[in-house]
């Protein structure tokens, strides 16, 4: 049996027309080419590019991610960044110094958050603020 195709736009605007959050960002997916050891020493100039991402609104959020178990960081990591389109998003994975300098693959997916919630503690004496 033939799958029918359905257009990633459709499935935005149908999302958007179902009163569905359809907020569109762009996950990347990266995994070490080198090791682990290549990952910790390209740590620093990575983190600077995320912080600068963040700083610019356009990082959602990012992180390591564990084996299937999880019992071990593999080297793999997870990154959802916003931007106006594929070819965008692009530009900002490679750009990232793990990428550049070949110490990481990457896979980027766009994805469409239709759902979910979260929560913001702020603490204004303290100035704390906590995410969950």
């Known amino acids: 049996m033939d ?4 257009n990633w736009r459709d499935r935005v ?3 958007q027309a179902e009163g569905l959050a359809a907020n569109e960002f762009f996950v990347i997916f990266t995994e070490p080419l080198k090791g ?3 990952v910790k020493d390209h740590l620093a100039t990575h983190l600077e ?4 991402l963040e700083a610019k609104g356009i990082m959602v ?12 960081w593999t080297g793999k990591g ?4 916003r931007a106006e389109n594929l070819q965008e998003a692009k530009k900002v994975a490679d750009n990232d110094p793990m990428h550049r300098d070949g110490v990481r ?28």
Do not use: C, H
Request: charged content about 20%; hydrophobic content about 35%; overall charge positive.
């Open 49 to 52: 590019y995320q912080k600068g």
């Open 13 to 15: 605007r149908d999302s």
């Open 78 to 81: 997870l990154i959802i960044i």
């Open 105 to 132: 693959s990457y896979t980027l997916l766009p994805w469409l958050m239709n759902e979910g919630s979260f929560t913001l503690q702020v603490k204004l004496s303290a100035q704390k603020i906590k995410f969950s």
């Open 3 to 6: 799958e029918v195709k359905y």
């Open 61 to 72: 959020a990012a992180g390591p991610v564990s084996d299937e178990q999880g019992n071990e």
């Open 36 to 38: 682990r050891q290549a």
